[in-house]
C-alpha cells in the first residue's frame, strides 16, 4: 500500500464540541459554530481522526456506553454532513494509570498510520490543550492549537513556535492551504524574504497584529508601503528587528536605560523610540530625527526578519485608520492585491499592538499604550510621563498613534455605562467584556467569557470585525477596568468611538 495518505486527529472537547466537564448524554452536545464546516474542508483531503482523552471513565465519572453514544450521535450528525469520521479513539485512563494511550503519548497516531497507511509527516493534529499540539511532535505531525475550549488559559505553557487559531475553522482553512505542514509554512517564510530583499512587500504576523513589512534600508520598498495603505507620510514606521545587534545599524546614543528595557522586554511587545542613525531613510522616520524600533517575541517573525538580511520596516497590515489585523485573512481583507506575500502565521497571540516609549530624551515618555503595561516598564525604571498629561514636549513628538481617531471599524460605536439599555435593539451589536446573563435581541460578542484581560486582548479586533461584517447601525461596548491590558483596550475603543476623520 502506498504511504501517501495523509490525516487530521481531531480533539473533541473544547475543538468540536463545547468543553462542558464530563458529558454523559447526547442532549449535552453543543457543537462549536464552525465545526462541521472545518470537518467539510479538511475531509476533501485527508482522513480524520478523533482522538479524546476521557479520564472520566476510570474515575466512574461517566460509562464506556454513555461515551460511546455521544460519540455516535455525533458521528451520526457529521456524516449527515457529508463529513465521514474514520475512527473514533478514546483513552478513558486517568493520567496516574501510566498508559500509552493518553495524550501527549502518539499511541492512536501510531495506531491509525498502521492500519491505514498514513503519512504522518504530511499529517496534522488539532485541539485546545498543549497536550494535543505535543502528541504528534515525535512522530512528525504538525500541531495546531486553538483558543476555543481551555485554550486560552494553557496559552503560557505553549512555545512561541506554535501556530494558534481562534476556531477550528481558522485551523482547518490554514491546513487547506498549507497540505505540506511545516514545508509549506518555511517555504512561505522564505518567498516572503525573497520578496523584502528584493524591495517586494510581505505581509507578516508578528505576536502583536500583522504588519505589513519592507527593507528598512529601501526607501522606494518603504515608499509603497504608505502609497497602499494611504498613510499619510508624516506617520513613522516602526522598525523590526532579528537581534540586538541590529539597533547599531538604526540608532545613536543608546542609552543604558534603553539598554535595561531591551533586555527586560525583548524580545516582546515593546517599541523604543531612539535617536535615528543617518543611515536610515527619512521617510521610515517621517522625517523625524528618531526612529522607533522593535524585537518581536513571535519566533517566525525573527526567522523572516534573519532571511530577509535586513530590519523590516512595517505598519499593522490594515487600510490606514481602520482595525489591526489579527489574522491572514483580516489582512486579505482589507489589502488584498497590496502585498506580493502573505505569510499566514495564524492568529496572534497578544492581539494589542506594541506600547511605544520615547526613550532618547531626557525623560522617557510613553507614545502609545499596548502589549507591556505602563506599570511593568515603571517597576523596571521608574516613572514614565505619558502622552495623556499633555506636556508641549510630548505634542511636538506627533506620534500618530496618539491621533484621536484610529482603528476604527466602519459601524459607529459606542461606549456607554450601561449596554443593557440596548437589550431590545436588534439593531444593535454588543461587545461584552465578560459574560453576562441579560439576554439581547441584537448580536453579542464577548472578549472573555471568564473576565481575563489578555484574553480580551487577544480577541478585540477579532470580537470588533465580525460585528462590523454584520451591517448594524451601532456597536456599543462597556468600558472595560482600567489596569493592565485593560488601559490599552479602553485606549483603541476610545479611538475606534471617535469620528473617523480621514487625513
Ligand atoms: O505591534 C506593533 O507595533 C505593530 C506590529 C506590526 O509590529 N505595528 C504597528 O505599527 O502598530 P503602526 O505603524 O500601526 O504604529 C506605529 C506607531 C505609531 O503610533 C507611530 O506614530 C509610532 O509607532 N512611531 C513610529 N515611529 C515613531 C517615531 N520615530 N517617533 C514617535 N512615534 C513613532
Ligand atoms: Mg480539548
Redesign the pocket.
Known sequence: MDNNRTAVFIDRDGTLIEDIGVLTHPVQIRLLPEAIDALRILHKKHLLFIVSNQPGISRGDVTKEQVALINHTLDDLFRKNGVHITEWYICPHERSEGCHCIKPNPYFLIEAAKKYSLNLQRSFMIGDHPHDVLTGDTVGVFGLYLLSGHGFSHLDELSEERLIFHTIGQAAAWIDLHPHSQDDFLSEIKLGAAAIRKGDLTAFP?E??????ADAFNAAAVARIYEVKR?PLH????V?IADVEQVELLATQVSDQARTLMEKFWPG?L?L?LT?SSSVPEIV??G?P???I?M?ANPWTRQLIRLSETPIA?????AFGRT?PTTAAHVREQLSGSYDVLIDGGACR?G???T?L?VYGKNPIL??H??ICKTDIETLIGHVLSFEQNISDIKK???????ASHYAPDTPLHIVDDVRQFAKRPDVGILLFERKAEIFSGPVETLSPAGNLREAAVNLYSCLRKLDGMKLSLIVVERLPETGLGVAINDRLTKAAAPFVSE
Open positions: 508578528t502583536t497584529v500583522y504588519g505589513l513589512g498613510r506617520n513613522p514606521l516602526i523590526h511587545p517599541t523610540v535615528k522616520t517621517a523625524n528618531t526612529v522607533a522593535r518581536p512595517a505598519p499593522s497590515a490594515n489591526s497578544v494589542m499592538e506594541s511605544v520615547s507614545l502609545r499596548g502589549g513628538l506627533e506620534s500618530p498613534g496618539m491621533m
